[in-house]
């Protein structure tokens, strides 16, 4: 008997729903919140795709992208069952979870300088919504955080924090360069987390 392989699928950019800093904020922190709107068009080209999804946040207006790069195959919506039901049709056991649009806009709400706050809580209600749609199926998705990289301390607080709910590992920039942050593995902030690894089993 051949032992079976474990597959995982390593880059799973989950479609977050388009409310989701308008319902898990803090009340009086929503009207500041991003929200996403789903549009349809015409295919530009034959069989391209046909719904985008559009950014809003107050002053800026982001990202225009495909809602989904495949043209073919069903629309999973962010629908954990079907999602994993794609899974089992691959032979996929687990999928890493990413950020997609929303969560990605880091990068304009640091540029914008926005307050701080309203930062920390985006990073705190994207974290807390990974963890519910993990619990769909625990070990078959696998939730990766988000920090507040910019902040040693409010990263090492929410590390720790989203650690102990689930988490399985943190999501950086690609160019630390582009926020004037030195590259991470130079930080003292990348030894803090290897030393919180040791230290807690990260």
Not at 103 to 132: H, K, S, T, W
Not at 173 to 186: K, N, S, V
Request: aromatic share 10%.
């Amino acid at each position: 008997m051949t032992q079976k392989d474990f597959v995982v699928s390593a880059d799973g950019h989950l479609l977050e729903p388009t409310d989701l800093f308008k319902t898990r904020l803090p009340k009086h922190l929503r009207d500041r919140a991003v929200w996403e709107e789903d549009f349809e068009i015409e295919p530009l080209v034959e069989g391209g795709p046909r719904v985008f999804r559009k950014l809003h946040t107050p002053g800026f207006e982001g990202w225009t992208v495909s809602r989904y790069r495949q043209t073919r195959g069903r629309m999973p919506e962010g629908d954990p069952e079907i999602i994993l039901q794609d899974m089992d049709l691959d032979g996929v056991d687990a999928q890493v979870l990413y950020p997609n649009i929303g969560v990605f806009q880091v990068n304009e709400y640091i540029g914008m300088q926005a307050d701080p706050a309203l930062v920390l809580e985006c990073v705190r209600a994207y974290n807390d919504f990974l963890v519910d749609f993990s619990s769909y199926a625990p070990g078959r998705y696998i939730p990766l955080m988000t920090v507040p990289f910019w902040d040693m301390d409010a990263t090492m607080r929410e590390l720790t924090r989203s650690h102990e709910a689930g988490h399985k590992g943190i999501v950086f920039p690609a160019r630390m360069e582009d926020f004037a942050l030195p590259a991470l593995h130079d930080t003292h902030l990348f030894r803090r987390i290897l030393d919180h690894r040791r230290h807690r089993q990260f």
